[in-house]
């Protein structure tokens, strides 16, 4: 998967980018159709009507790992709102590194593993997390690259229910 560019400048860019925001698509999100790793079949489209945050990350990846209680927090407070949340693993290992790490922290919302079609499709994803909140309609209305908190996140979403 060299198509991710991961470089030393994304170590640096990772630990300073917690405000700067994404260069990808606008409009419409791209639609996908991948698998948790119990076989539940994600679709993005099928989520229309809810609001979604889709969360590009890795294990290996500090800031992804920080962020990820405060998402699952999130998630159990807004889920009944109709919040959903998507984390797309670009590990270069898929799921034989990916499921005993979501597996370990009971991660409580699905997880799939990303491609280089699916990481181009959003704009090419240069440095994770990366993260996208799709609104109702099915229209990226916000990008944030970096580390989001679990405030950050919550502020970004209220407006969108």
Not at 130 to 135: A, M, N, P, Q
Request: with cysteine.
């Amino acid at each position: 998967m060299n198509a991710f560019r991961f470089s030393g400048v994304l170590v640096l860019l990772i630990g300073v980018c917690g405000l700067l925001f994404a260069a990808g698509p606008s409009g419409k999100a791209p639609n996908f159709t991948l698998k948790t790793f119990d076989g539940k079949t994600i679709e993005l489209d099928k989520m229309k009507g809810r609001v979604v945050v889709l969360n590009f990350w890795a294990t290996w990846c500090g800031p992804c790992r920080k962020e990820i209680p405060g998402f699952m927090e999130v998630y159990e407070k807004y889920k009944s709102k109709g919040l959903e949340i998507v984390g797309v693993s670009l590990d270069r290992n898929g799921w034989n590194v990916v499921k005993p790490y979501i597996e370990k922290r009971q991660v409580n919302y699905p997880i799939v593993v990303g491609d280089f079609e699916l990481a181009d499709a959003y704009g090419g994803i240069n440095a994770i997390p990366s993260t996208f909140i799709v609104d109702k309609k099915g229209n990226i209305a916000r990008q944030h690259v970096g580390y989001l908190s679990k405030e950050e996140l919550e502020n970004k979403i209220k407006d969108l229910f």
